[in-house]
């Protein structure tokens, strides 16, 4: 079975500063993809990034950047310079490759709380 | 831009009343997924339509039903909404994976805040 752990249930920081979300996953499958999201207040689910198990490269998107480490099967996300709309609950899912349609696990979440 | 949109935002319904959430998208996507979402939990599958085969998860409730009478369109259908009910309502979709063992991104809309009174 597949399991994703989000040990952080929340975060607070101060606007700024650098902040890294956890996210650990447990699978049997030798390919299989991972996945954040971000859910502000508004309620909707904004993929940011999604990562195959056969690409270890380490990504970064301005100033958002993702760690994957399949030796600990982890796949961390580091946030840079945090901005008070950095604010939301951030998911980190995972899938098992499959041909039609794709079944999300997901963690329980951490809240990101970044003040001014 | 291609998109999933949901409608309405938010919906008050009474104990017991049915009540009926929508799903469009413009993305041509042939799966659509249907999520429950509670106070602090992570999003839970409901089911999903792959094109027009609908595929229920052993755990949802007979009181939920869905309806996709075409590709664009799906519909979420609570028949006696209970107070455990009360949730937000996620719809996504993605591509078909056309065979191969490939996973495509599941995209969100905006969802529904369902309210049961």
């Known amino acids: 079975a597949q399991k994703v752990t989000q040990a952080q249930t929340e975060i607070s920081v101060v606007e700024k500063e650098d902040v890294t979300l956890d996210c650990v996953y447990e699978t049997r499958d030798t390919t299989y993809y991972l996945f954040w999201y971000k859910q502000p207040p508004s309620g909707e689910l904004v993929f940011l990034i999604r990562r195959n198990s056969f690409d270890e490269q380490n990504e970064i998107s301005g100033r958002y950047s993702w760690n994957f480490q399949k030796s600990t099967s982890s796949f961390n996300f580091t946030i840079t310079a945090s901005q008070v709309v950095d604010s939301a609950v951030y998911f980190c899912?995972?899938?098992?490759?499959?041909?039609?349609?794709?079944?999300?696990?997901f963690g329980k979440g951490t809240m990101l709380l970044v003040s001014p | 831009d291609a998109m999933v949109i949901q409608n309405p935002r938010y919906q008050v319904t009474q104990f017991g009343k049915p009540v009926t959430l929508s799903c469009s998208q413009t993305l041509n996507h042939n799966v659509m997924y249907w999520y429950q979402q509670k106070s602090s939990q992570a999003p839970k599958l409901l089911f999903h339509y792959y094109d027009k085969d609908f595929n229920n998860e052993a755990d949802t409730p007979d009181n939920f039903q869905s309806r996709r009478p075409n590709t664009s369109f799906c519909f979420l259908d609570i028949r006696s909404p209970g107070l455990g009910d009360a949730a937000m309502y996620l719809c996504?979709?993605?591509?078909?994976?056309?065979?191969?063992?490939?996973?495509?991104?599941?995209?969100f809309g905006p969802g529904t805040r369902l309210t049961v009174l």
């Open positions: 996504a979709t993605s591509r078909d994976s056309e065979g191969a063992p490939y996973t495509d991104t599941q995209y």
């Open positions: 899912a995972l899938s098992e490759a499959r041909s039609g349609y794709s079944t999300l696990t």
